[in-house]
């Protein structure tokens, strides 16, 4: 979801966009999959601060991460414009 590589599920990780200590939760629009590379790199940051040092990442993010509840797309798009 983040560097855009096709990877075999088996390789994926499960990221909250919103991380659980920031009070995301488990539902489905707030889970995404990605690389472990960049689920290490995000670490417990969330999303649209990760996503706003990242511009290419930001791009996939918001192209494929359709399924991710829209005030947390629109995180990710607001935070880039700071
Ligand atoms: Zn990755």
């Known amino acids: 979801m983040y ?3 096709v990877y075999p599920v088996t390789e994926l990780t499960v990221d909250h966009v919103q ?3 920031r009070g995301g939760d488990h ?10 590379a960049c689920n290490a790199a995000k670490g417990g940051e969330a999303a ?3 996503l706003s ?5 930001r791009a996939n993010f918001l192209k494929y991460a359709t399924g991710v509840w829209p005030r947390l ?3 990710v798009i607001e ?3 700071d």
């Open 53 to 57: 040092r990242n511009p290419q990442m």
């Open 27 to 36: 539902s489905d629009g707030n889970l995404v999959t990605c690389c472990r």
């Open 73 to 75: 797309r629109r995180a």
């Open 48 to 50: 649209w601060s990760f």
């Open 19 to 21: 991380p659980r200590v």
């Open 3 to 5: 560097c855009g590589v």
């Open 79 to 81: 935070a880039a414009q």
